[in-house]
């Protein structure tokens, strides 16, 4: 049991290493045939056209562009997930399949003015969506850089109404462990939770996602909504979200459940802190030849969010990059 508590990341920096060169020998050999999928998936069928053009149709940020580096293949990044509720391997894009995301709701209650729900439908059809190329960087040291669609968290915010006395939100997966059988798995704190500050998760960063490369969000990216703070560790971008809770207290998420040492509240990247049993120096470069780049301090995201941390400096020292 003790053993089965460690997450997929607590295997070695090697077998990580490997997973990668693997997917990417894989996807060379794929493309070198003509045999490369075209990476679209079953979920789009289901949503209504209307659903589907506003998210085609949402403009570009081109504040949000990336320059230094490429953005990562569809094919590549959409086979490659963290999604333990359908198993801790990375390679759990067809047991994903089995989400229904259709007629998805989304509850908001805690220290609100009043508690509602709002279908993920109205979100898309409603908020003001947009595409970012935003980096993402796991805790595992792989990154990758996707076109994400979606809107801003602080507008949903202020359809919330919080009231003064909430400070930080918490956020929920689903739980269904019929469809997500690693669900079943009761050394888990079910269901996948995750938590800011109100400041975090009103800093324009702070981006809920509808829609990846384009397209309506598939299954093993967090259909049909998901968060992406690009500042931080992979982990705090919980995916599938159904619950969003304003709170007074710190929420204690998944992963700090789990090993607290290693996966804090604040998660904040930072090359310069390393993982208690790894470097987070460099990172590897999903879907490039094997490479790695140096990690940069809030994942090169500091214009935008260093002043969040100044003043918790003294009293949270290294707990902010962990
Ligand atoms: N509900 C849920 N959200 C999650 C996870 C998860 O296992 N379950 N994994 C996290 C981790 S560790 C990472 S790196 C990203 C991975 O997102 P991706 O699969 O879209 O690359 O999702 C995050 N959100
Ligand atoms: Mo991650």
Redesign the pocket.
């Known amino acids: 049991m003790h053993l089965i508590t460690k997450p997929n990341w607590a295997i070695s920096e090697n077998k990580v290493i490997d997973e990668v060169t693997f997917l990417n020998r894989r996807n060379i050999l794929a493309s070198g045939l003509g045999l490369a999928m075209s990476g679209t998936f079953g979920n789009s069928l289901f949503a209504s056209n209307s659903i589907t053009s506003h998210i085609t149709d949402a403009s570009k940020n081109f504040k949000f562009t990336e320059m230094e580096r490429k953005i990562t293949d569809e094919n590549i ?1 959409s086979k490659y ?5 359908f198993g801790s391997t990375k390679y759990i894009a067809k047991e994903a399949e089995a989400l229904e995301t259709e007629g998805w709701t989304i509850k908001v209650d805690g220290l609100v003015e009043k508690p509602f729900k709002i279908s993920v439908d109205k979100l898309i059809t409603t908020m003001a969506l947009e595409e970012r190329i935003y980096r ?1 960087r ?2 595992e040291a792989w990154s ?1 850089v996707v076109p994400w669609t979606g809107f801003e968290l602080s507008n949903l915010l202020k359809i919330s109404k919080p009231l003064s006395s909430a400070k930080f939100i918490k956020f929920y ?1 689903f739980y269904d462990p019929k469809v997500a059988t690693e669900q079943k798995a009761r050394w888990y704190p079910w269901p ?1 939770t995750e938590g800011l500050t109100i400041e975090e998760a009103s800093n324009p960063l702070s981006f809920l996602v509808v829609g990846a490369y384009g397209k309506i969000l598939h299954k ?3 259909a049909p909504i998901r968060l992406h703070l690009p500042w931080k560790y ?2 705090k ?4 979200i159904v619950r969003i809770e304003f709170t007074e207290n710190r929420p204690i998420s998944f992963w700090e459940e789990l090993n607290p040492n290693e996966y804090g509240f604040w998660a904040n990247v930072n090359p310069k802190v390393n993982h208690p049993r790894w470097s987070q120096e460099r990172e590897r470069v999903l879907g490039g030849a094997g490479e790695t780049i140096p990690t940069k301090i809030f994942n090169g995201y500091g214009a935008e969010v260093a002043h969040l941390y100044k003043k918790l400096e003294s009293s949270e020292g290294l707990r902010l990059y962990r």
């Open positions: 990044s997930n963290n999604f333990y509720e993402h796991c805790v990758m997966t996948y093993p990216f967090g992979g982990f971008s919980i995916k599938s």
